[in-house]
């Protein structure tokens, strides 16, 4: 589909708002965050947890401008539970005393941490286990 330079924000927030409600979360809950990358565009997925505060990589996609890594998340999120494992998590903030229990998709347990650790220096959490769900 072809859309003018006036209608690609119309057009992208259209697409983020599809994201938000495919996944059932909120726009607090969900952060999209664009970067330029040579001559291409980063989208980075980040969720929110509303419980412990913590933000995480939900995924990220790379593509020729906005619209199309956005196009990318969509496709990737109606589609990412028939492709990639569950994993379960359970981990402790520096600091804290209580044990946080996360669950992200992956296509292994290395990947389920690079989500976990997005954004942190990795000793500002210590991880207790990584556990691959069960497929359903």
Not at 46 to 73: A, C
Not at 94 to 118: I, M, P, V
Request: proline share 1%; charged share 25%.
């Amino acid at each position: 589909m072809d859309v003018s330079a006036s209608d690609i924000h119309v057009e992208s927030a259209r697409v983020q708002q599809q994201i938000e409600q495919y996944l059932g979360m909120g726009s607090g809950n969900l952060l999209f965050e664009f970067r330029q990358l040579d001559n291409q565009t980063r989208l980075d997925l980040i969720t929110v947890n509303p419980r412990h505060q913590q933000s995480f990589l939900f995924r990220y996609e790379v593509g020729y401008d906005r619209l199309d890594v956005l196009r990318k998340m969509l496709a990737y999120v109606q589609r990412y539970r028939d492709t990639e494992s569950s994993y379960t998590i359970q981990w402790r903030a520096r600091g804290d005393k209580e044990l946080q229990t996360s669950y992200f998709r992956a296509h292994n347990a290395y990947e389920a941490l690079d989500k976990l650790y997005y954004g942190r220096d990795l000793n500002t959490i210590t991880v207790f286990s990584v556990v691959l769900n069960p497929s359903s």
